[in-house]
């Protein structure tokens, strides 16, 4: 048979050799017949028209928008469309690419400048489709346990021949600088896409790299991309995150946190039925908690020049900014103390159940149980409830306390416990053992005494951790394995501010999902005046989604402010 047309560019012995040069003494290339090589902040090559036939790459780019089918991808790391794996794929175009660049000429030219021995065998390979607003956050694309994994990363790009210059379409692929602990603290270099370029780099752990958001809302960031793979490098030791200090509550002045509190939460009755929706499905969202006037003062004052904002890293961890404490205006420093205050802890733990007050026992007998909850507490609220202004809570105010939004049953995976409507705890079932006070029962199936004397014993040490936070475009959170905030029970408490004009589609809300699993289980959605507590076990995680840039078109200033508090009993 003869010889297929050789679709590549000429790589000549000359060329080779002082890329391979380069490579190995890390000396930067800036241009060589359309060939760059640079070592900050890590090995990477940028080479211009790969291909030698536009037309080709023209017929390329529509075979493959036209063929393949993408399917959407969307966690907490991206937001885009991917294709299966492309390596037995017999799309005419695409065979003939991928033969030569994976397999073929290509490849051999990467082993003599690397001078790493890639496989010819092993070789990831698909299509990504980048539209409005999406993103890749940032990683490293170091996942490798073994000693044969990812060694090279590369992106071939078929974007439009006017994809922007100026990096006004977005899209670009951003390198960021490490820290001695091999976190990514800085983003150094952003490389534009070209169409018929291809960019690779060297996998390791300090490649940290990111696709920052489309911004164009026409143009699509078109590519074929995958990993070669090769012998690895050990991964290196890095320190261990220290967790967050954790505090104890304040006190504060009864009348002081009156003066915060709407009337209707703090009535017995309504926080044990608060209690009872709580219990059932670990959620619960509680509108107009706080007086609206001194809400509104809050809401002006965060939006102050005067306070410091300070931005939290790293980014493979998080991205967005935390108040200076000590800048904070006073009013949003009484807010903080009435919520971190022993008074707050108590109607925390009787609207949960949880022990977040140092009087409430982690776990009660049915004695104390019937001093804090019996069949009584099912009666109707009183008419004189029932018949009071909108400063209450009665039955006609139930609206005021919906529960928290979640996935519909058709988006997320059903349990055999699930209601017929669809209702499902956000959590998994831990609190509500925790709350229907299950003992353990002795092989008479009776409950051991001395179990339960000691249950009565068992008091919590509550403590705390507070931040208030600034959303902006680009901000986010992600799910890191050695957070040690995941690794305990706790009470998530989130109240947000500037938030009026908010909507789904600005990212910015909280996705709880179980471990393991992509299954949502609740959002929680940024709302005006509005308390928002979900429980979470050890096996349920949480993240904040990547805030976009509809954002500056909702808000004023292109912020929103969060309190988040996480108790612990």
């Given at each position: 048979m003869p010889e297929s047309v050789n679709l590549l560019r000429e790589f000549n012995e000359t060329i080779i050799e002082k890329l391979q040069e380069s490579y190995s003494r890390r000396s930067k290339i800036d241009d060589l017949m359309g060939i760059s090589i640079s070592h900050e902040p890590f090995t990477h090559c940028i080479i211009q028209n790969l291909v030698s036939d536009p037309n080709f790459v023209n017929e390329l780019s529509s075979e493959i928008l036209s063929k393949l089918k993408y399917r959407q991808k969307n966690n907490d790391l991206y937001q885009f469309h991917q294709t299966q794996d492309l390596g037995k794929n017999k799309s005419k175009n695409l065979s003939k690419f991928r033969d030569q660049f994976l397999y073929g000429q290509f490849l051999e030219v990467l082993k003599k400048i690397t001078n790493i021995d890639l496989s010819s065998t092993k070789i990831d390979v698909t299509s990504s489709k980048y539209e409005f607003s999406d993103y890749l956050l940032c990683h490293d694309d170091n996942i490798n346990q073994d000693m044969h994994g990812r060694r090279i990363a590369f992106i071939y790009y078929l974007v439009p021949e006017d994809w922007s210059h100026n990096g006004s379409d977005g899209g670009n692929l951003d390198l960021?600088?490490?820290?001695?602990?091999?976190?990514?603290?800085?983003?150094?270099?952003?490389?534009?896409?070209?169409?018929?370029?291809?960019?690779?780099f060297e996998v390791s752990d300090s490649s940290f790299h990111q696709v920052a958001q489309i911004l164009s809302?026409?143009?699509?960031?078109?590519?074929?991309?995958?990993?070669?793979?090769?012998?690895?490098?050990?991964?290196?030791?890095?320190?261990?995150?220290l967790p967050p200090e954790l505090k104890s509550y304040d006190s504060v002045e009864p009348d002081t946190f009156f003066d915060w509190i709407a009337e209707r939460y703090l009535k017995p009755i309504n926080q044990t039925g608060i209690q009872m929706k709580f219990s059932s499905s670990s959620e619960i969202k509680l509108d107009k908690f706080f007086h609206q006037e001194k809400y509104d003062q809050v809401n002006k004052a965060l939006s102050s020049e005067n306070v410091k904002w300070i931005k939290k890293g790293p980014y493979n961890r998080h991205n967005y900014e935390i108040a200076d404490n000590q800048s904070l205006p006073v009013v949003v420093k009484e807010l903080l103390k009435v919520l971190t205050s022993d008074f707050m802890g108590l109607t925390l733990s009787n609207m949960t159940g949880l022990a977040l007050h140092p009087t409430v026992p982690k776990t009660r007998s049915d004695e104390t149980d019937s001093d804090s909850y019996s069949e009584d507490?099912?009666?109707?609220?009183?008419?004189?409830?029932?018949?009071?202004?909108?400063?209450?809570?009665s039955d006609s105010d139930s609206e005021i306390l919906p529960e928290l939004t979640t996935m519909s049953p058709s988006k997320r995976k059903l349990s055999e416990s699930e209601e017929n409507d669809g209702s499902k705890p956000c959590c998994s079932s831990s609190l509500n053992k925790k709350l229907k006070?299950?003992?353990?029962?002795?092989?008479?199936?009776?409950?051991?005494d001395i179990q339960s004397n000691e249950s009565e014993r068992e008091y919590g040490n509550p403590k705390y951790n507070c931040e208030i936070r600034r959303w902006k475009p680009g901000s986010y959170t992600l799910i890191t394995d050695d957070d040690d905030e995941i690794k305990k029970e706790a009470l998530d408490l989130m109240v947000y501010f500037g938030c009026q004009n908010w909507h789904s589609g600005c990212g910015g809300n909280v996705s709880y999902i179980a471990r393991d699993e992509d299954t949502e289980l609740l959002t929680v959605n940024p709302e005006e005046n509005c308390l928002a507590l979900v429980f979470r076990d050890k096996e349920t995680l949480r993240f904040t989604k990547f805030v976009n840039s509809r954002l500056t078109e909702m808000t004023s200033n292109g912020y929103f402010y969060e309190i988040y508090i996480v108790y612990y009993e």
């Open positions: 960021f600088r490490v820290d001695e602990n091999y976190e990514p603290v800085e983003i150094v270099k952003s490389l534009i896409p070209r169409r018929n370029s291809l960019a690779f809302k026409n143009k699509t960031r078109l590519s074929i991309n995958g990993w070669f793979h090769g012998p690895v490098n050990p991964r290196a030791n890095k320190k261990i995150q507490d099912d009666e109707e609220p009183s008419e004189e409830i029932e018949n009071q202004d909108d400063n209450e809570f006070n299950d003992e353990d029962l002795n092989e008479n199936g009776q409950k051991s």
